[in-house]
């Protein structure tokens, strides 16, 4: 089946049905999975966090389709913007479309944690900051989700994700990125250093195609959530969303 043309406008996901890993939490405060066993006294701190985060944060995401233009060794053209990104045709094999994305939690955990800084409550203020970060993880982690399940519907495999400043994709990159799918729709910035405000976000790219190599890093199906996909590969290890 030949893949349709897709141009997609940006395009705003909010409502999104995120929880929180506490296992996630824990790895962003120094615990090792299986080998380090947080106390009583950590676990209701923990407790505490998650529940103020819980009440904070406000998942938005904002994704963008976009045909892949040309391919040359490391550049990819899409969209009007050249990204180079390196490694990246023996990562994603033949890919069509790149889809760019930015997700946040909005500012207001870490205006919180800040407002605990400055009241010299530092194991919350420090809980609550790796709180928003396993959030933000949890949720770009479902937006690749997402982005798979709207490329499986149209005939295209959907790689895993990789952000400006990971895996020798220089970050300065990311203005080019933003180009290719704007944050401000859900509030989000980049400054003169690109960084991102709220600095709970994540920017990402994924690429797609009948072709795209998905599981080169590790098995997409198995941190996947969609419990109704029927292209599963892999049974899902657990879930980030409510109500499983
Ligand atoms: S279960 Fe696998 S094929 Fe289905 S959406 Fe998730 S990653 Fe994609």
């Not at 994704?63 to 060794?73: D, F, H």
């Not at 605990?116 to 194991?123: D, G, S, T, V």
């Not at 919350?124 to 790796?130: F, K, T, V």
């Amino acid at each position: 089946m030949s893949a349709p043309a897709l141009r997609d406008a940006p395009r705003v996901l909010a409502d999104l049905p995120l929880a929180i890993d506490p296992d996630e939490v824990l790895r962003f405060q120094g615990y090792k999975k299986g080998a380090d066993a947080p106390g009583a006294d950590v676990r209701a701190l923990l407790d505490e966090a998650l529940a103020l985060g819980r009440r904070l944060m406000v998942p938005r995401a904002v994704v963008r389709w976009v045909p892949v233009a040309r391919r040359a060794g490391d550049a990819l053209e899409a969209g009007g913007v050249t990204l180079t990104i390196p490694g990246i045709g023996a990562h994603w094999g033949p890919v069509e479309h790149v889809v760019g994305g930015v997700c946040t939690l909005g500012d207001a955990v870490e205006r919180r944690a800040a407002e605990l800084w400055e009241a010299r409550e530092l194991p919350l203020a420090a809980m609550l900051d790796s709180v928003g970060s396993g959030a933000v993880e949890s949720l770009a982690e479902h937006v690749n989700d997402l982005l798979c399940q709207e490329g499986l519907a149209r005939g295209l495999r959907v790689t895993n994700r990789i952000s400006p400043g990971y895996a020798r994709w220089d970050v300065g990159e990311q203005p080019r990125l933003f180009a290719l799918c704007p944050g401000d729709a859900i509030g989000v910035r980049l400054n003169a250093a690109c960084f991102m405000t709220p600095v709970k976000s994540i920017s990402l790219l994924v690429g797609a195609g009948p072709e795209a190599r998905v599981d080169h890093y590790f098995s997409q199906c198995a941190r996947c959530w969609m419990r109704d996909c029927a292209y599963r590969r892999a049974p899902a290890r657990r879930t980030v969303h409510r109500g499983w």
